[in-house]
């Protein structure tokens, strides 16, 4: 790293000193209750906690694809390759163990391929 001479460094501070959010977002000025929240009639501001966020009900949907692909992501792989390893073991017994783990592999590999896909198609299927 190249360090910045100190006139420039004043001159950052100064720039980073003005506000990133326009005037004009006037609906996330605010955090919103906790009722409103609750019901789901309102979006959490900015300044709303983890608690607020997650009680929001579109947020709950989201929460629930996001942890369901993770879970997917980190089970189904495994099994792809192990079960796949098994099978060809048991139906080509005289294939060579580097082919049937290299097989093995390219189908964890296509499992997570169509996992995220399922999971790009669910995020464009849901409304805005």
């Not at 977002?25 to 906690?49: D, E, H, R, Y």
């Not at 929460?63 to 099994?79: D, G, H, N, Q, R």
């Amino acid at each position: 790293l190249i360090p910045m001479p100190a006139t420039n460094r004043k001159k950052q501070k100064k720039k980073n000193s003005q506000p990133a959010v326009s005037q004009d977002a006037s609906m996330f000025a605010k955090p919103t209750n906790l009722i409103n929240i609750m019901k789901g009639s309102a979006v959490p501001g900015p300044k709303a906690s983890l608690s607020d966020v997650i009680a929001h009900e579109q947020n709950k949907q989201v929460i629930f694809k996001l942890v369901f692909t993770s879970i997917m992501m980190m089970t189904l792989p495994f099994a792809v390759y192990f079960v796949s390893v098994t099978a060809l073991g048991r139906l080509y017994p005289l294939l060579e163990d580097n082919y049937i783990q290299t097989v093995s592999g390219l189908a964890s590999i296509g499992m997570i391929l169509i996992i995220m896909v399922g999971y790009v198609i669910a995020a464009l299927m849901e409304s805005d």
